[in-house]
């Protein structure tokens, strides 16, 4: 059974930083792709980034230019550097992988929270 299991979110002030880890129960190179997604309250989860078995990377629009997704495999953590932190980013921030027979899995999510 996989397991993702996330960390890392908190509260920070607007223009602050956080790092979210997503740790894999197994090898990462067995998932297609894996990435974040949020909810914020009343909406809808959205993809904030993704990263393929390949290494290509997209972000949201919303996102780019501030946020970096990247991972290690030797630690089966994928992880999302958040720079210029803005209170529209405040939500529940889930890790997702899909795997290579297209079955999704997912973290129990983690909340950031971002202050004016």
């Known amino acids: 059974q996989v397991q993702l299991v996330e960390s890392g979110g908190g509260l920070v002030q607007a223009g602050g930083s956080l790092r979210l880890s997503c740790a894999a129960s197994g090898s990462i190179f067995s998932f297609n792709t894996m990435g974040w997604y949020r909810q914020a309250p009343g909406k809808q989860r959205e993809l904030v980034a993704a990263?393929?078995?390949?290494?290509?990377?997209n972000y949201a629009d919303s996102v780019k230019g501030r946020f970096t997704i990247s991972r290690d495999s030797a630690k089966n953590t994928v992880y999302m550097q958040m720079n210029s932190l803005e209170p529209e980013d405040t939500a529940v921030y889930y890790c997702?992988?899909?795997?290579?027979?297209?079955?999704?899995?997912w973290g129990q999510g983690t909340q950031v929270t971002v202050s004016s």
């Open positions: 990263i393929t078995s390949g290494d290509s990377t």
């Open positions: 997702n992988a899909v795997s290579r027979r297209a079955k999704n899995y």
